[in-house]
């Protein structure tokens, strides 16, 4: 099987340029990984402390990848049978991009049509410059480094690529930017987010949570918030959320729950533009039914008066057992009971002073769920 190679070569400050979240060069390390590089070589001039911590969080997230100094240790690192996905210094691409070129059997460049607005890409001829992607081969990185002398590797291994017949596949720039300053690392990365895809189901996340973070999530990255960040806010909502269903504040345990699902939805967004994965977010999708099982389960004690008993405690661990166990099926109809939905209806009927009907409603909606789904598997 054959392996994917990065080079990832650093121009001055760029490769620690902020984009979505990360410096530039990991946002590389990770398209790359994402998209199947098992053998990566970053190729750098010198390592300056930013990019030393760069590299070790890259390590922390158990990303192996090697630092090489110059065009002879990179192809020294490289079979020269191994497929060789280049990525320049300065270049974002974003991951649909990228996997496409990956999956040419051939080698390829990634070109844009000339104009004055690509004039800072490299120029192939009096029609394309380079977009700063190519999917080369080990043999060619080794006969530019042994032929190299006092030329720079970039040009030098375009133009070899060049001469040996390479195969061109354009693009429109779309998705695609060669970063040289800040500004115009913000700008892609809101581009990035602008063209991400939510993961999200069911009415609420679909309807409301999607489109208001759609909306305000490239202000966020525009003020560099990072990951961790985002992913410590929607976590102590939910921490907050299960202390107010402690004390028995049934309206502002399911505010707070329903509000933690805009900081998830956003961190969601970020790690998937960045080809990132949050243990804190992973576990906070999955706990999200056990967590609206508490919150019910706090809401139907503190209902325990006079006249109702152990009533709304019973509806309430009817609602959310029939939700754990509603059968997991890849298409849902919007109007099928979740978590989110079913704290909507808890928390609407709370604020007008019924909470016991609304878990009612919860209990009627997600048995209904049940029913339906189960009635259509079989």
């Known amino acids: 099987m054959t392996d994917d190679d990065t080079l990832a070569p650093d121009v001055g400050g760029r490769a620690l340029m902020p984009i979505a979240g990360q410096t530039l060069i990991e946002y590389q390390v990770r398209i790359a990984r994402a998209c199947g590089a098992a053998h990566i070589v970053v190729l750098v001039d010198r390592i300056p402390a930013p990019l030393e911590a760069a590299f070790e969080r890259l390590r922390l997230d158990g990303i192996t990848f090697e630092v090489v100094r110059s065009a002879s240790e990179a192809a020294d690192c490289i079979h020269p049978e191994e497929q060789l996905l280049v990525m320049a210094a300065g270049v974002v691409a974003a991951r649909g991009i990228v996997d496409h070129l990956a999956s040419k059997t051939v080698p390829t460049l990634l070109t844009l049509r000339d104009a004055d607005t690509v004039s800072h890409y490299e120029r192939i001829d009096a029609v394309d410059r380079w977009a700063g992607l190519a999917l080369l081969n080990g043999k060619l990185l080794r006969e530019t480094a042994a032929m190299l002398g006092d030329w720079t590797l970039g040009p030098t291994l375009l133009r070899m690529a060049l001469q040996s017949g390479v195969e061109r596949l354009p693009t429109d720039g779309s998705g695609l930017s060669l970063v040289r300053n800040e500004q115009e690392a913000m700008f892609v990365a809101q581009e990035l987010a602008g063209r991400s895809r939510f993961g999200g189901s069911g009415f609420w996340q679909t309807q409301i949570v999607d489109p208001v973070v759609r909306q305000f999530l490239p202000q966020l990255l525009g003020q560099k918030v990072t990951l961790e960040l985002l992913t410590a806010f929607p976590a102590t909502l939910m921490a907050a959320a299960m202390l107010a269903g402690a004390l028995g504040w049934i309206s502002a345990s399911f505010g707070l729950f329903l509000l933690a699902g805009f900081p998830m939805a956003a961190a969601g967004v970020l790690g998937d533009i960045a080809a990132r994965s949050d243990r804190v977010l992973r576990w906070m999708a999955e706990a999200k039914l056990p967590l609206l099982l508490a919150l019910l389960g706090f809401a139907g004690w503190a209902l325990d008066g006079p006249g109702l008993g152990w009533g709304p405690l019973v509806l309430a661990l ?61």
Request: zero cysteines; charged letters at 15%; aromatic letters at 10%.
């Open 318 to 378: 009817w609602a959310g057992i029939a939700l754990i166990l509603q059968p997991r099926t890849g298409v849902r109809e919007a109007w099928i009971a979740d978590a989110d939905i079913i704290a909507v209806e808890v928390f609407m009927a709370s604020l007008i002073g019924q909470p016991v009907l609304g878990l009612m409603i919860a209990v009627f909606h997600s048995v209904l769920s049940q029913f339906w789904l189960v009635r259509r598997q079989s």
